[in-house]
């Protein structure tokens, strides 16, 4: 039997394989409990203004708030990890190895509990502005590294050019180093917004008040009360709803990409 061949027949037991595990987990389901539990028509019906109006809305200003403030940390932060400075650089690896290496949702929460118990610390908006100053904090370590590697990946020739023609460090970074890191690092900066996206879903842990709740936390709060409680149909269009938001941005992400590398 040629080697083609036994490929093909190979390949054909895999599809069959994987028809009859899809068969076996459609006979299997109760489709008419599915339909209840996660496609109530009440729910579909009815949930979607609060899930848009208030869900999608404060997720997406969370995001952009963190996102911002995050991204002035992260600067700062690569920096200092760059400096010639030997302090400089063994607070800001502390801190992105720190941060980094802590679950999000422990941030979080620490921001939003244990460190306005020990210090006293009120932040606008309560136990939800603490939350996002979290947010804020995990967000910098992650995109400090993301950026530090856009700046070494800058040609060294850039620096020594700018230099010879007398500009000082701080110039030379400020105007040809981190314009061209930036564009570097524009396809991870923007995964690293898609994760954040994701991520402000940690909020509904630390609590908010009506108007102000995130997606998933208007989601969680339909399971309990109103025409789809007890059913799952509030986090089925809570689903849908990050899709809409994320989906664009992961293409964008890989059109980015790809764009890049023919530039290169």
């Known amino acids: 039997m040629k080697r083609s061949t036994k490929r093909l027949l190979r390949h054909l037991a895999l599809y069959v394989v994987l028809l009859a595990v899809v068969l076996a987990l459609i006979l299997s389901l109760d489709w008419a409990k599915v339909q209840e539990t996660f496609f109530n028509a009440d729910g579909l019906k009815h949930n979607w203004h609060d899930l848009v109006v208030t869900g999608v809305k404060n997720t997406v200003v969370y995001t952009v708030i963190a996102f911002a403030a995050g991204l002035v940390l992260a600067v700062v932060l690569a920096l200092m990890k760059l400096s010639e400075v030997l302090v400089y650089r063994w607070v800001a690896t502390a801190y992105i190895e720190f941060f980094r290496g802590l679950p999000a949702l422990v941030t979080i929460l620490g921001m939003a509990f244990g460190f306005p118990i020990a210090t006293g610390w009120r932040p606008p908006g309560g136990v939800l502005g603490a939350g996002l100053v979290g947010l804020v904090v995990v967000a910098g370590a992650y ?91 509030s986090l089925t269009m809570a689903a849908v709803l990050y899709l809409v938001i994320t989906l664009p941005l992961t293409r964008l992400v890989a059109w980015l990409e790809k764009k890049q590398q023919r530039a290169r």
């Open 143 to 233: 995109m400090a590294e993301t950026l530090r590697a856009g700046i070494q990946a800058v040609p060294k020739g850039q620096t020594e050019a700018s230099r010879s023609l007398g500009m000082s460090s701080g110039k030379t970074m400020a105007f040809i180093v981190l314009p061209q890191a930036f564009r570097i690092i524009i396809p991870p900066l923007t995964n690293e917004m898609v994760l954040l996206i994701k991520d402000t879903s940690l909020l509904a842990f630390v609590g908010a008040t009506v108007g102000s709740r995130e997606l998933t936390n208007v989601a969680r709060d339909m399971m309990n009360s109103g025409v789809s409680a007890g059913t799952a149909t």
